[in-house]
């Protein structure tokens, strides 16, 4: 099924607003891990121009809404409303010299860490973890349809890697909802340990500089393995379903510059 055959039905029923990932200017939409079926610059949700994982046409219809839906709850539930001044005075931290670096407050919030990389992930996994506890709450018809689908994609991408996968296995419990008991491994008693912290610490009324703070409290005990191990294998969530705060800040800076020039 390709974008236009069914984008109508979205864009006339939903509060989003949805073009084709071919429309994104210049090559904003390369990241890392898989490549995307869906981004978001903060006022556009891009889509892949055509999805055909499944043989019927339904499904792949299902898919583009169900992803529209996931990542317009970002926008909805604050993911990208992150305030780097407030979570570090919260922490007890100094605040970073806003002149010594450049981007979005997330970013700026990952290069406070040794592994840049493997503090997004980390926050990638709780802040969609966040946010399906709120949607199991305000939308529970959504949860109980898209995580299922979600973990299922996840389990078959999963099959035939090697490497470490601590992070994978991380994001299928905390940000899919995957029961515990559906895999093991030697690693599984750090799992239950920093799951036992996102539960603990993280629940439908909480926000999203609460994830910031869960992100610095857990590194040391995910960074840890990795020192003695090898680096993780970087997260890689199903359909490309990264978050991109780089999008956000880039398409606020240039509605910035085309206010100035009013």
């Given at each position: 099924i390709?974008?236009?055959?069914w984008?109508?039905?979205?864009?006339?029923?939903?509060?989003?607003?949805v073009?084709?990932?071919?429309?994104m200017p210049?090559s904003?939409?390369?990241g890392?891990?898989?490549?995307?079926?869906?981004?978001?610059?903060g006022?556009?949700?891009?889509?892949?121009?055509?999805?055909?994982?499944?043989?019927?046409?339904?499904?792949n219809?299902d898919?583009?809404?169900c992803?529209v839906?996931?990542?317009?709850?970002?926008?909805e539930f604050?993911?990208?409303d992150?305030?780097?001044?407030?979570?570090?005075?919260?922490?007890?931290?100094?605040?970073?010299?806003?002149?010594?670096?450049?981007?979005?407050?997330?970013?700026?919030?990952?290069?406070i860490f040794p592994?840049?990389?493997?503090?997004r992930d980390?926050?990638?996994v709780?802040e969609?973890?966040?946010?399906?506890?709120?949607?199991?709450?305000?939308?529970p018809?959504?949860?109980?349809?898209?995580f299922?689908?979600?973990?299922?994609?996840?389990?078959q991408?999963?099959?035939?890697?090697n490497?470490?996968?601590?992070?994978?296995r991380?994001?299928r419990?905390?940000?899919?909802?995957?029961d515990?008991a559906a895999?093991?491994?030697?690693?599984?008693?750090?799992?239950?340990?920093?799951?036992?912290?996102f539960r603990?610490?993280?629940?439908a009324e909480?926000?999203?500089?609460d994830v910031?703070?869960?992100?610095?409290?857990?590194?040391?005990?995910?960074?840890?393995?990795?020192?003695?191990?090898g680096?993780?294998?970087?997260l890689?969530?199903?359909?490309?379903?990264?978050?991109?705060?780089?999008?956000r800040?880039?398409?606020?800076?240039?509605v910035?510059?085309?206010?100035?020039?009013?």
């Open positions: 390709v974008f236009g055959d984008s109508s039905d979205v864009c006339s029923s939903d509060l989003v607003s073009r084709p990932l071919s429309s210049g904003r939409a390369v890392t891990g898989e490549a995307p079926l869906v981004v978001s610059d006022r556009w949700i891009y889509l892949a121009d055509e999805i055909s994982l499944f043989p019927r046409r339904e499904e219809r898919l583009y809404k992803l839906r996931l990542e317009s709850a970002h926008t604050g993911t990208f992150f305030d780097l001044e407030r979570t570090l005075e919260a922490m007890g931290l100094p605040p970073v010299d806003p002149e010594a670096a450049e981007g979005s407050d997330l970013e700026r919030f990952f290069r592994d840049p990389g493997l503090a980390l926050f990638t709780f969609q973890g966040r946010i399906r506890r709120i949607l199991t709450r305000v939308y018809g959504l949860a109980r349809s898209a299922p689908f979600l973990i299922a994609a996840a389990s991408a999963a099959h035939g890697e490497g470490p996968d601590l992070l994978a991380l994001y419990r905390v940000a899919l909802g995957e515990p895999g093991s491994g030697p690693d599984s008693g750090l799992l239950d340990a920093v799951e036992a912290r603990e610490r993280i629940t909480s926000g999203v500089n910031g703070m869960l992100v610095h409290a857990v590194y040391p005990m995910v960074q840890r393995p990795a020192e003695c191990h680096p993780l294998k970087p890689s969530p199903p359909f490309g379903r990264s978050l991109r705060p780089d999008l800040f880039s398409a606020h800076l240039e910035e510059r085309l206010a100035g020039r009013i």
